[in-house]
């Protein structure tokens, strides 16, 4: 599976974002679909999951209220909208996908989000 991510930018804290990743290559029926970051100088952490089929979804407790993942299954993309922003979710976000949550085997480019105080 191929991944391109997009939507990434500037925001002032406390603004909202979209980021997209459209998928291609492969069906994604049985996958994770996934959101991760890597702020500077930080570990790449996990964020938000989503299971293709089920739509059932998780985050890491950072996001949780704040960030929501869904998908659209006609356009086979994956989308993480972003609220209250606060400078520390300042990072390069990544979509992934796998057949395991949280373990992608697939990985698109980085997108650049940036929150300013």
């Known amino acids: 599976v191929q991944l391109q991510a997009s939507g990434g930018g500037l925001v002032q804290a406390g603004g909202s974002l979209r980021v997209s990743c459209a998928a291609s290559?492969?069906?994604?029926?049985?996958?994770?679909m996934d959101w991760f970051r890597q702020a500077p100088g930080l570990a790449r952490e996990f964020i938000a999951s989503i299971n293709w089929d089920s739509g059932n979804t998780f985050y890491t407790d950072s996001v949780k209220d704040r960030f929501t993942i869904s998908r659209d299954n006609a356009k086979n993309t994956v989308d993480l909208q972003m609220t209250s922003l606060k400078p520390d979710d300042t990072a390069v976000y990544y979509c992934a996908a796998g057949v395991s949550p949280t373990a992608p085997s697939a990985w698109g480019q980085g997108t650049q989000v940036t929150v300013s105080s």
């Open positions: 290559g492969r069906s994604l029926s049985s996958y994770f």
